[in-house]
């Protein structure tokens, strides 16, 4: 079976089959010896990398007390 074909089934899966299933996979990694690749592996430093700032995030913040203001207008549950 490819990678593909596995991932595609993955998608299938409910959302606790596929934390089981990735707890499989490293505890598997873990067993085998096989250590993650390096931060460096990732980063190249001769290229430029983005990176997500909440500086300037209007829209986000903007969310964020709507959902705020929503909560308080509900009636308190005890």
Same mark, same amino acid.
Request: glycine share 0%; aromatic share 6%; hydrophobic share 40%.
């Given at each position: 079976?490819?990678?593909?074909?596995?991932?595609?089934?993955? *998608?299938? @899966?409910?959302?606790?089959?596929?934390? !089981?299933? %990735? *707890?499989? @996979?490293?505890?598997?990694?873990?067993? !085998?010896? %096989?250590?993650?690749?390096?931060?460096e592996t990732f980063l190249n430093p001769?290229?430029?990398?983005?990176?997500?700032?909440?500086?300037?995030?209007?829209?986000?913040?903007?969310?964020?007390?709507?959902?705020?203001?929503?909560?308080?207008?509900?009636?308190a549950q005890s």
């Open positions: 079976m490819t990678l593909q074909e596995v991932l595609q089934e993955a *998608k299938n @899966l409910s959302i606790k089959d596929r934390q !089981e299933l %990735i *707890k499989l @996979l490293v505890d598997t990694l873990i067993m !085998e010896n %096989i250590t993650p690749p390096s931060l001769d290229v430029a990398h983005e990176v997500w700032s909440p500086y300037d995030s209007f829209k986000a913040a903007q969310q964020l007390q709507d959902m705020l203001d929503a909560y308080r207008r509900e009636p």
